[in-house]
């Protein structure tokens, strides 16, 4: 039997279904495990606490798949898995705003270390644990089954795979890929570069939010920092912003967010796009006194765990305190943080910080976070890594 011992007292967090076991909890390790291989979870008196997938090389290393002893963790296991997580995502009628979601949420969806969006006919499947990768073929062909895309794509290069001692892989899993795929999304369209773009293509999470900013933006002068494909800036400019000026440090990201305005039919004229990093570009706006009605600061993840938080923060509160002074009296800032090691309360706290620094007095209008295909299982907080605060300064 392949078998992991907690040492006493470390099994709290699995009693309270929190899927990680950490190396530190562990007092013996019984049968020889591979990476990837199901083993039987127990306390130290030997009884029984959850099966779960193990990874030898990683600080987590299992994550927990049931807690339920008679649980057999097979092929069957995970069709009801992901059919669970499929008429989730059915139940929310999300297909009513677009053809695009995320349809597996991983440890949210009960598959720790497995994330599957959906892009229009092609599904893009990401594996970032030694248990989940175990599984891949076999969650490919029950993906296949169920949901019948044309293609099966994998995009297994995020950095935390070295984490986790796997190899980066990045190709077609099952039939072919479409020579260019074009999702839609609240009415508009966006090229998705599946292979070669950021994540698994596309900011799914942002879905909402960027209808949101949509609603605002009637003839206001915007600001989209670090504008990827240009999300926030073809909703802005659909609802009738003033001028959109987005900045993102990658040029790939620029053509793809240009080839969607045209795409969009959106009047070019109003857009303006700059290949530039944030942080100096938005101290030559200060410089050059330029001012908008409406920010949108949506940077990537700065602190990927809590022991990058403090490196996190100073980033944060310097790219929100120069938002703040380029706002007009009465603007509006848009910030967010996708770092999983930042909570709600710190990222609230930093923009506090930000604002006081920058002598501006600010409301919080909504509390934002990712879109209801990326569920948080109560259990698991750091499945709500994206948070945001929409804000509306003084006068
Ligand atoms: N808001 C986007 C997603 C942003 S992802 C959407 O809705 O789709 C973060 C983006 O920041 C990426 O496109 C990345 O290229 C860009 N980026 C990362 N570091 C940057 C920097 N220092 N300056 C400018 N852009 C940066």
Redesign the pocket.
Known sequence: MKKITLKAGREKSLLRRHPWIFSGAIAHVDGAPADGDTVQVCNAAGGFLAWAGYSAQSQISARAWSWIESDKIDAEFFRARISRALAARKALHIAQSSNSMRLVHSESDGLPGLIVDQYGEVLVMQIGSAGAERWRDTCADILQELSNPLCIYERSDADSRALEGLAERNGVLRGNLPESLVIEEHGLRFAVDVAHG??TG??LD?RD??ALTGSLAQGKDML?????????SLYALRGGAKSVLS????EE?LQLARHNVELNGIDASRAEWQC??????LRKLRDQNRKFDLI?L???KFAPTAAFAEKAARGYKDINLLGFKLLRPGGMLAT?S?SGGISDDLFQKIIAGAALDANVTAHIVHKLHAAPDHPVLLSFPEGAYLKGLLLRIGD
């Open positions: 950021q994540k596309f900011y942002q939010n960027r989209n920092c670090f504008c990827y494909s240009g999300g926030f900045i993102d440090a990658s990201a530039a990093d944030v942080f100096a570009a949108i949506d940077p990537p967010y996708c």
